[in-house]
């Protein structure tokens, strides 16, 4: 079935060690996002791409990055992973013109 | 930013019962969807209602639109236990493919 994947499902970490979610997508869908979930909260828009143009928040933090290296995958990166960055990473697709999102089941971060 | 904002923050019902919650939101939209959230798991899209529209039935789900008073409801008839989750609206503006969520709704449907 096509679907969004995302890996691993539960990621711990150490305060400060560098850190990298990956998400999948067999939708081919041109728009990717990532979003930040943190307990009993909205999920939080980070970033997304439309093809292949990055498209930041502007109050996403530096250390939260991201790639995309071709249409089926999308990687979120954080640099020095703090307390505060423990919560569900949520990775969602869309395609252009059709305003549904489809998201994977998440990756849930524990910082040490 | 966060748009939308869902009321009540948490639901409790019997299984049978109707289950309600309001999204309200502050500027102007194309669209508002609904979404589902079971614990520890991604979202599940459940219905999208357009900004010219103003219900929108699937299934067990209502949801109605007054974009008069930028609010939103999504009601399910007879709950199941199935049900228990939260529930999230969400918004597009007419200009862009992003959606801002709300805090959401917890809906627990006792047995």
């Known amino acids: 079935d096509a679907m969004v994947i995302q890996n691993p499902r539960y990621q711990v970490t150490q305060f400060g060690k560098p850190v990298t979610l990956s998400c999948s997508q067999t939708?081919?869908?041109?728009?990717m996002y990532w979003y930040q979930q943190k307990s009993s909260q909205a999920p939080k828009l980070l970033f997304h791409?439309?093809?292949?143009?990055?498209?930041n928040e502007a109050d996403t933090p530096d250390n939260f990055q991201s790639r995309r290296p071709n249409t089926s995958f999308c990687f979120l990166d954080i640099r020095s992973p703090g307390l505060g960055d423990a919560a569900m990473y949520l990775c969602?697709?869309?395609?252009?013109?059709?305003?549904?999102?489809?998201f994977g089941s998440g990756t849930q971060l524990s910082v040490l | 930013s966060q748009q939308g904002e869902e009321d009540p923050q948490a639901l409790s019902i019997q299984e049978g019962e109707n289950a309600t919650m309001n999204c309200s939101y502050k500027?102007?939209?194309?669209?508002l969807q609904w979404y589902r959230q079971n614990s520890g798991r991604g979202l599940v899209h459940l219905i999208l209602i357009r900004s010219n529209e103003r219900e929108k039935h699937s299934g067990r789900l209502r949801v109605t639109l007054d974009t008069s008073k930028k609010s939103s409801s999504l009601l399910i008839t007879a709950s199941r236990a199935a049900d228990t989750a939260s529930y999230f609206c969400?918004?597009?503006?007419?200009?862009?493919?992003?959606?801002?969520f709300g805090a959401g709704t917890t809906v627990t449907v006792r047995a």
């Open positions: 500027t102007s939209i194309n669209n």
């Open positions: 969400a918004t597009g503006g007419p200009n862009d493919y992003k959606l801002s």
């Open positions: 939708l081919n869908h041109n728009v």
């Open positions: 791409y439309y093809d292949k143009d990055f498209n």
């Open positions: 969602a697709t869309s395609r252009d013109g059709v305003r549904k999102l489809f």
